[in-house]
Nanobody
Framework: QVQLVESGGGLVQPGGSLRLSCAASGFTFDDYDIGWFRQAPGKEREGVLYIRTSVGTTYYSNSVKGRFTISKDNAENTVYLQMNSLKPEDTAVYYC????????????????????WGQGTQVTVSS
């Protein structure tokens, strides 16, 4: 069955870095795109980054552009989220999700376009 498993979350000081991983299984990795979302307490789940696993095309939320990057390892069926210059407002549960179709820059961040989700990993940015 389809599974997405996030790891790498934790507590980090402002200005620090973390790398999250999303290990995918149960489907052909290159056939589906992956998005990273986050949800802070009391807030809507928001799209952070997106990657087209077959060719590496990426889309970013303005809130993380220049600080976060997304990458993939097709041999390992894994997508990575490298987070640098972290801020307290980046504190959230981070989820990876499989897109149900190829998405463009206008609709990639809409969560109803994703059919499978991981369980999430907590990222806390605090001094």
């Amino acid at each position: 069955q389809v599974q997405l498993v996030e790891s790498g979350g934790g507590l980090v000081q402002p200005g620090g870095s973390l790398r999250l991983s999303c290990a995918a299984s149960g489907f052909t990795f290159d056939d589906y795109d992956i998005g990273w979302f986050r949800q802070a307490p009391g807030k809507e789940r928001e799209g952070v980054l997106y990657i087209r696993t077959s060719v590496g095309t990426t889309y970013y939320s303005n809130s993380v552009k220049g600080r976060f990057t997304i990458s993939k390892d097709n041999a390992e069926n894994t997508v990575y989220l490298q987070m640098n210059s972290l801020k307290p407002e980046d504190t959230a549960v981070y989820y990876c999700a499989r897109a149900s179709a190829r998405l463009n820059r206008l609709i990639w961040s809409a969560r109803w376009n994703y059919d499978y989700w991981g369980q999430g990993t907590q990222v806390t940015v605090s001094s």
